[in-house]
């Protein structure tokens, strides 16, 4: 079943996109497995001048991705814009001030020896919203990023064209190759990567039954899932 980019405003299909066969998602999640080693290797320092060039390219391409938000989503363009702003100045933000979250400390009243290390888990699966295309993915994805981990998208189908220029700006502003990509699929294709060992947590915005349901499948593979339910489905 094609996954269908639907103009709200005037109703006119803007594009139909063919989900990713099976083999796809597993050359895209073996792709992300393997990034997740490099990157959690690479000193925060390196992340932050990656996350730098990221702020640059979407603000170089700030035009273009508000538009197609407008497109898709249905979002004035005024709105549009502002949102790719404010990702943009997140970036700019976990850039300068990332490192000194992930620093290790050394709680009160412990024993000597004894510190507090945050560690990257690996790959994160985000299930993300239609309402802010952008910003929701930038919320979840930069803070992961920045700590170390690597970001297997799944958008909500009607704002795929979305998350393929997101990630295309990342490609063109030099991100690692696996470190942030998207697969197309239906909730239900994806269930099976929630499963997958190399999924080391999962984060989603969503209606609350999609939140129910993949809670309940990452809790029986006994991995950390991250949500925040809305009205709306995804």
């Known amino acids: ?58 603000k170089r391409e700030r035009a273009t991705l508000a538009a197609l938000i407008t497109a898709e989503m249905g979002k004035p363009l005024s709105d549009a814009l502002a949102e790719v702003d404010k990702c943009s100045a997140c970036c700019l933000h976990y850039a300068r001030y990332g490192a000194s979250l992930i620093r290790a400390e050394r709680p009160a009243a412990v024993p000597d020896g004894v510190s507090v290390h945050y560690e990257p888990l690996g790959v994160v699966l985000a299930i993300m919203p239609w309402n802010f295309p952008l910003w929701q993915v930038i919320r979840a994805a930069v803070p992961a990023l920045v700590a170390g981990n690597v970001i297997l998208l799944k958008h909500a189908s009607n704002v795929t064209g979305c998350a393929q220029a997101f990630c295309a700006v990342a490609t063109r502003a030099g991100l690692p190759s696996g470190v942030l990509d998207y697969v197309l699929a239906s909730g239900k294709q994806i269930e099976p990567l929630i499963a997958d060992p190399r999924i080391a947590g999962v984060t989603l915005t969503g209606s609350t039954a999609a939140g129910r349901r993949v809670a309940a499948l990452a809790g029986a593979a006994l991995k950390p899932v991250g949500n925040s339910a809305e009205a709306t489905p995804t």
């Open 1 to 58: 079943m094609p996954l269908v980019s639907l103009n709200p405003a005037t109703g006119r299909i803007i594009a139909r996109y063919t989900a990713h066969t099976q083999a796809q998602r597993e050359a895209r999640l073996a792709a992300a497995y393997a990034a997740a080693t490099h990157w959690r290797a690479c000193a925060p320092a390196e992340r932050a001048r990656h996350l730098r060039k990221l702020a640059a390219g979407l």
